[in-house]
C-alpha cells in the first residue's frame, strides 16, 4: 500500500512556526506562537500552504477560520487547522 505524504515549512517569523501536511487528500495546517504576546499572523504568510482553500477549522474546537482574514494568536497558543 502507498502513501502518499507530504510536508511543507515556512521560515519562521517573529516567533511565529508555520507548517501544512497532507495525507489522503487532507491537509492540516500546524501554527506555533513561541513568544509571550499575542501576535496577528499576516493572511498572506500562510496563503502558500491554504492554496485555493477559503477556509478550514480548528480540529479541537471545530471553530471555522477563514483564510482570507489575518489570524490572531494568543501568546504560547497553538492550533492544529484541517481543510
Avoid: C, W
Amino acid at each position: 500500500m502507498s502513501e502518499n505524504k507530504t510536508v511543507k515549512y515556512h521560515i519562521p517569523e517573529q516567533g511565529i512556526y508555520l507548517y501544512a501536511r497532507t495525507s489522503e487528500g487532507k491537509t492540516e495546517m500546524i501554527v506555533l506562537n513561541s513568544t509571550d504576546r499575542e501576535q496577528v499572523l499576516p493572511s498572506s504568510h500562510y496563503q502558500a500552504l491554504t492554496k485555493e482553500s477559503k477556509e478550514g477549522k480548528i480540529v479541537s474546537t471545530g471553530k471555522k477560520i477563514d483564510f482570507t482574514e489575518n489570524l490572531t494568536l494568543s501568546a504560547r497558543q497553538s492550533l492544529v487547522i484541517e481543510f
